[in-house]
Nanobody, 121 residues
Framework: QVPLVESGGGLVQAGGSLRLSCAASGRTGTMYQMGWFRHTQGKEREFVGD???RLADSVKGRFFISRTNAKSTMYLQMNSLKPEDTAVYYCAGSSRLYSSNWYDQSAYDYWGQGTQVTVSS
C-alpha cells in the first residue's frame, strides 16, 4: 500500500489560483504513475492530468502537474480557475508500468481521500 494524502483545497474566486499537494508515503518506489482526478456529484470521476504530461482538454493551459524527484509529493497548480472546476480532487497512484488507458480510473491502484475545491463566480 502507498498512502496518499491530498491538501490545499479550498474556496477561491473565479480567475484565482490554488495549488494542491499529494503526499505519498511507504513504498513510493513501486508507484510508477501518478495522476489527478476530480469528481462532481452526479458525474463520473474525471481525469485531470498525470505526471507524464497528459492533461484533460478542459484544463490545458491552466493546470500544471509536477512531482518532486523523491516521488514523495505531487502537485497540481490550478490557474485561471472557473466555477466548472468545482469538484472534489483526488490524487491517484499506480503500480503499473503500462496501461492502455491512463485516462481511466481503473488504471490506478491507490487513491487519496480527496480535497474539495470550490470556485465561486
Amino acid at each position: 500500500q502507498v498512502p496518499l494524502v491530498e491538501s490545499g483545497g479550498g474556496l477561491v474566486q473565479a480567475g484565482g489560483s490554488l495549488r494542491l499537494s499529494c503526499a505519498a508515503s511507504g513504498r513510493t518506489g513501486t508507484m510508477y504513475q501518478m495522476g489527478w482526478f476530480r469528481h462532481t456529484q452526479g458525474k463520473e470521476r474525471e481525469f485531470v492530468g498525470d505526471i507524464s504530461g497528459r492533461l484533460a482538454d478542459s484544463v490545458k493551459g491552466r493546470f500544471f502537474i509536477s512531482r518532486t524527484n523523491a516521488k514523495s509529493t505531487m502537485y497540481l497548480q490550478m490557474n485561471s480557475l472557473k466555477p466548472e472546476d468545482t469538484a472534489v480532487y483526488y490524487c491517484a497512484g499506480s503500480s503499473r508500468l503500462y496501461s492502455s488507458n491512463w485516462y481511466d480510473q481503473s488504471a490506478y491502484d491507490y487513491w487519496g481521500q480527496g480535497t474539495q475545491v470550490t470556485v465561486s463566480s
